[in-house]
């Protein structure tokens, strides 16, 4: 159910320094019908490292992706920004790339983008581990694997609709725990002058925004340019551009090549430039952010003790978010 990392998911390093501890909790989407029941949850730890030799961060244990995504609850189209988000994307990508083939969008939750895709006239397939997703994704017609992006279901698609002219993902690649194996199968299934897309939320904001509660266990890895362009590079593909976009407090969006056709635009030195400034590869940043918690949990009692309703005060939170759990 639970593992410890022994190797850096970008580098493969084994060596790993200062680990921001966190209480441990249950995975950030497990929801209990009652009070007695959420209070037994099974927990795990919530530890952030820092690798040595890349500096990658990242979570050192790893709570199986069947538990965590198998059925995933969280949908992208209940969100009237994402539906605008990702209908922006959808028509950048039209009017600005070629497409010879198809669009694939590996984790297309409730088909938000592939629905905004298709209205563009492109033809786009979907690869989504939570059956109850691809089961209401199948059922708008939408093609959807229900499937994680595994050379098995490379193959499948291959054979059926041939190669890939884009590859997206949105806020995917942040939860997958093989990420060597993840960007293999990108390469596999793009064809040779096709592009890769993707969206991460930025290790910047848990820094400067104090957004710690983006830390829990579906969120292995936190980004950043520096890290990325380097495991990018071992992995075949050239970063040729970076936007800075507002999604998830603070995100990164990526696109890659696979010929290496297309030239190096300033953003990419410019964000990895900013990330120097910030000391985001320093390990000290993480000492920072522990201080930023300890902050936020005592300006947190403070004003919960000037409300001044007494101690049997019950706090009610309306909804329940994945960042609720660490918070």
Not at 154 to 172: D, E, R, Y
Not at 204 to 227: P, Q, V, W
């Amino acid at each position: 159910m639970i593992k410890t990392l022994s190797n850096c998911r970008l580098c493969t390093g084994n060596f790993f320094e200062k680990t921001l501890k966190l209480k441990s909790t249950p995975p950030a989407n497990e929801l209990y019908p009652t009070k007695d029941s959420a209070k037994k949850a099974e927990k795990f730890p919530l530890e952030v490292v820092m690798c040595q030799k890349c500096r990658h961060v990242q979570l050192k244990h790893i709570v199986s992706p069947k538990r965590l995504f198998d059925e995933y609850v969280y949908k992208s189209g209940t969100s009237k920004f994402f539906n605008e988000h990702f209908d922006r994307l959808a028509s950048k990508i039209a009017s600005e790339f070629p497409i010879n083939n198809y669009v694939l969008e590996v984790g297309s939750n409730d088909g938000v983008l592939l629905t905004s895709l298709n209205k563009r006239g492109i033809k786009s397939i979907g690869i989504e581990p939570s059956e109850y997703l691809a089961k209401e994704c199948i059922n708008r017609n939408l093609n959807v694997y229900n499937s994680y992006l595994d050379e098995a279901t490379v193959v499948k698609i291959t054979q059926s609709h041939g190669k890939a002219s884009i590859v997206l993902g949105n806020n995917v690649f942040a939860h997958i725990e093989d990420m060597k194996g993840a960007f293999k199968n990108v390469f596999e299934i793009l064809e040779d002058s096709g592009i890769f897309i993707f969206e991460v939320a930025h290790f910047k904001y848990i820094l400067t925004d104090g957004l710690f509660d983006t830390i829990y266990h579906e969120h292995m890895s936190y980004h950043t340019a520096t890290a990325l362009e380097s495991f990018a590079t071992t992995s075949g593909f050239k970063i040729f551009r970076i936007e800075e976009i507002s999604s998830h407090g603070g995100s990164l969006r990526f696109y890659l090549s696979k010929n290496h056709d297309k030239l190096k635009e300033p953003s990419v030195e410019l964000i990895k430039n900013d990330e120097l400034k910030l000391g985001l590869n320093q390990v000290e940043t993480l000492s920072l952010i522990e201080d930023k918690i300890k902050e936020t949990k005592e300006s947190t009692a403070r004003m919960i003790k000037d409300i001044g309703l007494g101690d049997n005060t019950v706090f009610v939170g309306y909804g329940a978010p994945a960042k609720v759990v660490t918070f």
